[in-house]
């Protein structure tokens, strides 16, 4: 039986899993097929070649991996890497933490370089290491694109010129995973060896894929690491590739098909105006926080997440109350805060496929959940400061206009 | 293919049809079925059985008839009266303009008590109507619960209590199609002979039910009304409640499963609770709209519908364009002006299974899109009078305490 | 919650409702949306074109009338005749019988022209009608062009030859509910005025959407027609065409967006190519029939019904039992024996949207409880004949070459 | 946009994925939640509970990983063994052979015991083996309990009598893959220390969910184990059985609830039924081939499969024809033959959700298809056959009784 929510929608504002778009649902809702008839490696020729346009890339190689994005960063790291290998990492929140676990778990050698939880990755303390790593010990650079953690955005760009500068080859795995379908996320541009994705979050689908996409050199070196693999070995599917059948194993039809949808969406409503939609709802929620008088937990405002923002409360406040509160009362989900974060941020999710009015009255929400705990909100405040915004920036619907 | 609309929930806020849960969706998700095996019957009786609860009757029959709230109103008629009959029916807006052009069309006299719309039901004209009506000349009495164009509900124990002060025995005929399951509505205590009810309203299923209650009296009354009629007739449906097959054609076996969910939810949020929730969210709608220094359409207080609003505009703005700016920049579906109040009047349904942060989400775009048509709103202002008042009242889901 | 069906999936085959394609289930699959926005008469202009080539005319005027086929029967009357007139009407099975006591019961003058059930109609005893009816005070046919109860097809261009060779300008106003979609019926081309078809047959699609066309000549005698109509008055259609809006009530959504969805189906497939596999189908079964040493209810082999065959039983043999019992251990849904031909005959419904080898799996359950009930039938012996024709006369899926 | 199939159903037979009942469809038609609430945890928790009862364990602990079967393998050989761990595996057929040169890849020591495909694992080589390790350095026995390649169940009970017999302590580990839900299965009965099983299979969901079940024993060595493993490590998953949360990462809530559904129906039906309705499906399928004159991949009559049944066809035909023309024709997906017995066996599925009629519309389509390939069946020999048997043993549907 199902559980019974309150009436009416669930407003589902975490950071992942994400709104699922009718469409796409509807593109799930449907039978088992045999994966070995023609249509089912038809269909996945044609998602590869897709998915390859969100990464902004055209000589990247993407694996559709059955697993979650902890599944998908296991795979770009052992594919790429030999135990022992000495790898630099960036911890600046949860998930760059329990990245860096995994790593050491896969027995590399883990250069933590650790920033603040709100900071940025210190890419000064990584240029220090590639100046003096003259013999290239330092064999792949680890980071996450965005910290769902703490809403924070690295700069990869500058990451890039770094690694050009210093002419170091070391590899770049980036966990993408709250980023792309979200941020703008440039793979060929910035020279990203390895990005991660997941299926429910900017893609707005079930949990339940891992999208791993290959540059190049990184499939060079998969020839050359050591590491143990079996089910997340892409050799297993790059033979399939060759052999035009797609799958090492069965893939789920019914997330293919709501693959389909999803990218479908995306480029109808054109990817760089996703893009731009995240950038939107995520300025217009920065807006309200700042009304509100509350503080976000970036501290750079150029790492602004546009995917997630992660809320400061005041000390005399526990912001998992404030997250339990607004599903009990509200039907609305809110992001915990993790770790050393716990009980002092919660996060709103802004990404995937949501638009202007969720997002509102996901803050009237917050607004009346902070007024129950106790924080002398001015009612209206923060969803005036974002609809002042939203007003100017939202544009016609263009099958409408 | 399907319609491209713009991402994220569509925000649906006409007063009907409404929002479907997902449960309700999930329930008619499915094949057909065999109508005549022992299962349909058997879910039918149940349904029945039900069906009498929201209608707040122990001695009505109800109908679940294969058509729109038009083809309901249509059955209420033939199968009570006779061509030529008088019937007394009030005029204050579309719908019952509507319905009394039905009344007409189908060889009924009708007396037209009329209101200005906005107005509520010109009970004093009945009283005297009935005061001189020794003969009962005066078959029935025809009335709409609430009067969706205007948002203006009427004063039914008050229409009983005149008709018991004369001790007329004139039928009494209620559209209470944008009522039962969202107002109170208490057939056996208020002496309602036959109700009407539609699918897509208040019960948030798809159109294509029509429900009519008749009370023993309006059963008795339909053996001796000469009305022609064949789909409608409540005999066939009759026949078939004897015999324990239900049908005298073929239901749709998804709207049978879709009630089946629905009434479900209904039962289990409790109908007093629904129907608070309908009171709660239409008070936080009129304050909003007095926050923004706008005018209900409906004039009398006690007569303010807590399924519908309608908001009068400036004589310088065309509602027109707010319902369509509000589609074509915020996919909020708003209800227009209807007839004499087109241009007039823009209509906020809060109706159906709908909770209260997606009431502030389309409060945010009314206010959003008022701007955008000239209307000097503050930002904010209706979302914060609403929410004060929302935070106040609304109760933890039961089933999250 | 929801009914305990047997594992497996229900083999449905009665003569409607019949089975539902995922694909239709999919496109159904959504929530409520405003009906006075530009999509929905966007998509009903779409839809009203499209309907016109199921019914092969150019010149007529669909309506899509959310009711059964009782009403669209019923709208097929009301709207092209008077209180009084005279009708000719065709009695040869409980569906003709139905509409012939609805025609009573709207108080035209019904001269029933009877047949023995399973013989088709009597087109000699109407001709003879004709000939003697030169003041033309018949003012039109009435006719099923398949009659469900006993799987006869009527011949509509010898009823057209006969008509034209009197110049007789009765209106010819056809049942063609369980017609439509399956078998070849082509409104123009066989003269027809008023065809009358339902959602839940051959269209493949749930209960709830009656569709009548109008040839002109129908349309023009609608202006002149006095019986009382309202809900299904074409006028209030024809008015909403004019304005664009097209609709005068509120249409059902979900039904809408499934009967784009089946009609895709359709046009994919190929119209001539679905008539095809019916008559494939039909011709398959009636094999089997024939192996297991039974009889067509249907007497004339050029009127074997392609979308039913009714299958009469031994005399010792009551075939409620047979279809009580399929059900019971087979979840295996077959058409009952209605009223004259109750407990003598049993029907298998091949109408829709099936294929060769669910019909086959039905008529290999066919066998199972034709031996249950003592019938001495040879195992496979009907699956033998129907494989073998079927085996040569199915084509490849042309997606699949 | 969907790619088109022929008309009707397909008719899925091959041995996973497996066809999904429409209750679970229904289950798993909806949004995304946030998996952080007391909700997944509280389903989590039932469905844990639950899923012991099809493993016949109640010492056991169920790991639902998000992964496919092959994910499942990867994790029950990582968790218990150590790199250069010795292991016996029996090779057998295609699903024996991808899980050994997963064993391998893994770095175990695997001393394989070979059996001509469609013979039974070898256990008297597996008797002398442990009868000559006194010293106990084979770790564990790997072994499958059902090669779904050639149809082939292996006798666990026995296995375990040899190990007692030699009170050998070697962890038992068994892919039930093909088996769990569909063939009688007892974890604790027979010592099993871990089992595989996965969604798509006798579970009729989704592929996606690898569950693996792991006995005290195997728990217990996976506190010593060596193997590098961090997606798949059951040690983050019990962590957070402890906490309370359930899920070191994000589970499939669409799966969650499928399985919830999918349980509910299995024990609807009674968990010893639908193993008699798998053991009814693969008699009335083995009579039919016989009948057909073509033999069972499979050559023990002990060992015959009950989920799956690979025919051997005659060597003058492709097998790959068969399923190819099947599929072009048909719109039936059989098995291919795999690796070693490619083009010389097709197999038939018959797992799952499913019943007797559709079964034997599958049966049907492969006589003709036979015949097409050139083979001279005689129609509807197999399909008699089995109706006779399953005439004689197919039970009254309990609700319909």
Redesign the interface.
């Known amino acids: ?12 504002f ?1 950071p ?8 796409v ?15 089912i490696p ?2 996945t020729k044609a998602l590869l070649d897709d998915v390859k346009k969100i990464f902004k890339t055209t000589s990247g190689i993407p694996f559709l991996i ?6 998908a ?2 795979s770009a790291l052992t594919n790429t890497l030999s ?1 022992g290998d000495q790898i630099v990492s960036f911890l600046m929140g949860q998930f760059s933490l329990l990245w860096i676990e ?1 790593q050491k ?3 590399f050698k883990v250069d933590v370089v650790e920033s603040e939880w709100g900071q940025d990755a210190d890419l000064d303390a990584l240029e220090s290491k590639l100046a003096s790593d003259k013999s290239h010990t330092i064999k792949a650079i680890c980071i996450v694109h965005n910290e769902t953690a703490t809403g924070v955005t690295n700069d990869l760009p500058k990451l890039r010129k770094i690694l050009d500068y210093y002419k170091h080859p070391a590899l770049v795995i980036v966990d993408a995973v709250s980023s792309i379908g979200a941020l703008d996320f440039r793979m060929d541009e910035w020279g990203i060896d390895v990005a991660v994705t ?1 299926s ?1 979050k900017a893609l707005s689908l ?3 894929m891992g999208i791993v996409c290959a540059s190049p050199k990184a499939i060079e070196a998969s020839k050359h690491a050591t ?7 892409w050799n297993g599917y790059l033979k399939c590739y060759n052999l035009g059948t797609y799958w ?8 293919l ?1 709501g693959l ?1 949808a999803t990218l479908d ?1 995306i480029f ?2 054109g990817l760089e105006n ?1 893009i731009s ?1 995240h950038k939107r709802l995520a300025k217009a929620t920065r807006l309200a926080v700042e009304a509100w008088g509350l503080k976000n937990c970036c501290q750079n405002k150029e790492s602004y997440s546009d995917s997630v923002t992660a809320v400061v409360v005041p000390t005399n406040i526990d912001s998992g109350e404030i997250v339990n509160r607004a ?7 809110l ?2 805060g993790l770790n050393k974060v716990a009980g002092k941020v919660f996060r709103i999710g802004h990404l995937g ?10 803050l ?2 917050v ?2 959940v902070l ?2 705990v106790g924080y002398p909100i ?8 974002a ?2 915004y ?2 100017n920036t ?4 263009p ?3």
Not at 29 to 38: A, G, L, S
Not at 378 to 385: D, L, T
């Open positions: 039986m199902d559980y019974v929510y309150g009436p009416g929608r669930s407003h589902l975490v992942g899993p994400s709104n699922i778009p009718e469409q649902i509807r593109a799930m809702n449907r039978n088992n097929e045999n994966h070995r008839t023609p249509a038809a269909l059955p697993s979650t994005g902890t599944g960063w296991e135990p995994q778990k896969l027995n997941s429910q079930p949990t339940g590491s143990l693999r079996s089910y997340f070995d090492p194993y069965t893939p789920s039809i019914q997330l098909y389909r969406l109808e409503e996703v939609r599903w009990k009362k509200y039907n609305l989900s992001g915990v496929n949501i638009n202007e009015l969720q997002l509102l009255g996901c009237a929400g607004e009346m007024r129950d001015k009612f209206g405040s923060g969803v005036a400061a609809s002042a939203l007003h939202i544009p016609l619907i099958s409408r206009i």
